[in-house]
């Protein structure tokens, strides 16, 4: 029987690397980044009820429900589908928002293809996977790699142009909010200013790696200097992370979260104790995934 409604972990996603090209003729950059979700997660629940489409939030706040990207994604879902108009069916969602906003972990965008996913369980496929894609890209530069059958992959173009990679273990990690929101075209726009004075060297690209021990080596986001200089809380979060000796520890996205992962949960604790939630500054475990989590049926 089809579900009347679809209840979802929605993950956070990090960037292990993130290197950004030029800016193109759309305004976009052109980047290359190795995504890896994470289980920090909202929870996104779809009904079938009423009519029109209907969006709820608690928790963080996610703004205005009108922009929010989980409605846009139903309704261009229904549209695809070629449900929308008299008689489409009436959609509820409901998100409980724990992934901070603005910061860098893709909560918005993984809310909106969960909702794309919850959809299309309930509709039982009537978008096929290459329109879901396309819608997924429509919406936001990283929607696509949450609809990726696995939660690593080397997105580029503006993000959307995906290539698989085989998950490396789970590791745990912390993610540390420094406290202050960067927004992602602001973010663009100073790296932008700061290329065009001084060039810098492009480092090596870590495309598809083998284990962590390739990861450590070739983690790197050229956002970090920009955004450091714009906020010394992020400045201060970055050394007090790498100050915990983590295998990696690194800005997220065009910031302001950082993250850092670690050997054991041991370390994490400690690190997570060690950084702490003070001021503005708040402190999240995490662990890195190896597969989506399940929806389950309402
Ligand atoms: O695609 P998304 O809505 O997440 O992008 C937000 C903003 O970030 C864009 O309007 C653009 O200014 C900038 N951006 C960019 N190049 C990308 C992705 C985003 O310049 N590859």
């Given at each position: 029987m089809t579900p009347r409604g679809v209840r979802m972990?929605?993950?956070?996603?990090?960037?292990?690397?993130?290197?950004v090209g030029a800016r193109r003729a759309d305004g976009y950059h052109e980047l290359e980044t190795l995504f890896q979700g994470v289980d920090l997660s909202d929870v996104v629940e779809v009904r079938r009820e009423g009519a029109g489409i209907e969006l709820t939030s608690t928790g963080e706040d996610a703004g205005?429900?009108?922009?929010?990207?989980?409605?846009?994604?139903?309704?261009?879902?229904l549209d695809a589908a070629g449900m929308s108009?008299?008689?489409?069916?009436g959609i509820r969602i409901r998100l409980e928002k724990q992934i901070p906003v603005a910061a860098g972990l893709g909560g918005g965008s993984s809310d909106a293809a969960a909702t794309l996913k919850a959809l299309d369980r309930l509709f039982e496929g009537a978008v096929g996977a290459g329109a879901l894609m396309a819608i997924a890209a429509r919406l936001g530069s990283d929607v696509p790699?949450?609809?990726?059958?696995?939660?690593?992959?080397?997105?580029?173009?503006?993000?959307?142009?995906?290539?698989?990679?085989?998950?490396?273990?789970?590791?745990?990690?912390?993610?540390?909010?420094?406290?202050?929101?960067?927004?992602?075209?602001?973010?663009y726009g100073a790296l932008d200013r700061l290329r065009a004075a001084r060039p810098s060297a492009t480092p090596p690209r870590l495309r598809a790696p083998r284990d962590w021990g390739e990861v450590a080596s070739g983690a790197h986001n050229d956002f970090e200097g920009v955004v450091a200089s714009a906020h010394p809380e992020v400045r201060d979060a970055l050394s007090d992370l790498r100050a915990t000796r983590p295998l990696v520890g690194m800005l997220s996205g065009s910031g302001a979260s950082c993250f850092a992962l670690y050997g054991n949960d041991n370390e994490a604790d400690g690190a997570s104790a060690a950084l702490g939630s003070e001021g503005g500054r708040r402190t999240v475990r995490m662990r890195t995934l190896t597969a989506w989590p399940e929806p389950a049926d309402l």
């Open positions: 972990d929605a993950p956070a996603k990090v960037n292990l690397t993130l290197h205005p429900s009108e922009q929010n990207l989980a409605l846009r994604a139903a309704r261009a879902y108009g008299d008689g489409a069916p790699f949450f609809l990726m059958p696995l939660p690593l992959g080397l997105g580029r173009g503006r993000g959307e142009v995906l290539e698989p990679v085989d998950p490396l273990p789970a590791l745990p990690g912390v993610v540390v909010l420094p406290g202050v929101r960067m927004s992602t075209a602001e973010a």
